[in-house]
């Protein structure tokens, strides 16, 4: 008799239908929340909608290419994507070479398409971090050279995109480096004491820089500037308010007609409010609470330590930047540019969190192949 073969070790399924239900209601409220303003600009209104169907194509093709490779061979890609992540990071600041879209140069172009090197850098640096905090010869329980190195490294990558500007990308890509220390075994004095030092760096870069200031200001009093500095936050309120539990329907938001900027974008989720009402915000929230939950249960079952702070680091850039963007449409925090993930439009953003999914339903099966 020939003896039984064993079962292939399975993905984890639930991780992948909470991200493939998030980035189907994305492409809805795309097409829904930018129809206007595609048909005004381009006579087309699935303008939006055509081109963020070919990231979704491309960032899916990176989820099943990354889930089909083993997550340890990221470890030898880590290099060479941070130094490519630097290069794309100066590029983009150099004129005729990075956009220039409201201001900041965040993008270059590809012919039709455009791409994001911030969005590379938190992808290429969680990689990079996750490799060299799990190495022996750098035992991260010491804050000299371990952590210091890290922050070193950090603040080159922080400092570029800064420079674009973009301090909401780069406060999550912070955030996520300090969980990632945290899991890698860092001294929880250590962390606690750079905690207290950033709190008045971030001040002082707020305070410096006008545009941040304004913003600030507008989140403490938006209605003292309605038709300036707080109307963004007002007119998110409105757009959420006026959903009411259900909303008023899909595709029947009246913000969307010209009152609420960048409403497929970073305010995507006050139109959905306003659409979908008080359920569908709280169906989004909960789903991102399960992509937090099966993501870090994924990671602490991985193989080894590579792979916790791996898979930690990868979860944390998701949720984190999640609910730094449902907090400035919610008037929770101070507005800062950064998309929802799954459900904003834009590529660079949908590419690598997906491939950030391949490699984490990777970590699932390698984990459970390992326990049975």
């Known amino acids: 008799m ?14 992948l239908t909470t991200v493939l239900v998030l980035l189907g209601l994305g492409l809805v409220m795309i097409y829904s929340a930018s129809s206007v303003e595609a048909m005004a600009m381009f006579h087309r209104p699935y303008y939006y909608l055509e081109r963020q169907l070919i990231w979704a194509v491309l960032g899916v093709g990176g989820l099943v290419v990354a889930s089909r490779i083993d997550y340890w061979r990221w470890t030898r890609l880590a290099w060479p994507l ?11 600041l150099v004129p005729h070479v990075g956009i220039n879209i409201n201001g900041a140069r965040r993008w270059i172009g590809f012919g039709p398409l455009s791409f994001q090197p911030s969005e ?5 640096v969680v990689l990079l971090f996750a490799a060299t905090l799990t190495r022996r ?5 010491r804050f000299y050279p371990t952590v210091v190195a890290h922050l070193g490294a950090l603040a080159v990558v922080f400092a570029l995109i800064l420079k674009e500007p973009d301090l909401g990308t780069a406060l999550a890509l912070g955030l996520t480096v300090f969980v990632m220390l945290w899991v890698a075994g860092a001294r929880t004095a250590h962390l606690l004491g750079l905690a207290l030092l950033a709190v008045p760096v971030i001040l002082v870069l707020i305070v410096t820089e006008p545009y941040r200031l304004q913003r600030l200001l507008a989140f403490l009093h938006p209605w003292k500037n309605p038709l300036g500095s707080g109307y963004h936050i007002i007119q998110s309120l409105y757009a959420l308010g006026s959903g009411g539990l259900f909303g008023s329907g899909i595709g029947r938001s009246a913000l969307k007609f010209f009152y609420l900027p960048e409403q497929h974008t970073d305010f995507i989720f006050a139109i959905l409010g306003e659409e979908i009402g008080l359920v569908g915000t709280t169906a989004v929230v909960v789903l991102f609470f399960i992509f937090a ?7 602490l079952q991985a193989p080894d330590r590579f792979g916790v702070v791996l898979g930690v680091g990868l979860t944390t850039m998701v949720v984190a930047q999640a609910f730094m963007n449902i907090g400035v449409v919610t008037a929770s925090i101070p507005i800062t540019g950064i998309p929802l993930p799954f459900l904003s439009y834009g590529g660079s953003s949908l590419v690598f969190a997906l491939t950030a999914i391949g490699i984490l339903l990777n970590l699932s099966r390698q984990g459970a192949r390992a326990r049975s």
């Open 2 to 15: 020939n003896p039984a073969r064993p079962r292939a070790a399975s993905m984890d399924l639930g991780l």
């Open 82 to 92: 941070g130094a490519l992540t630097l290069v794309l990071l100066v590029a983009v």
């Open 120 to 124: 590379l850098s938190k992808f290429t």
């Open 137 to 141: 010869q750098w035992p991260v329980e």
């Open 293 to 299: 939950w099966r993501g870090l249960r994924i990671s």
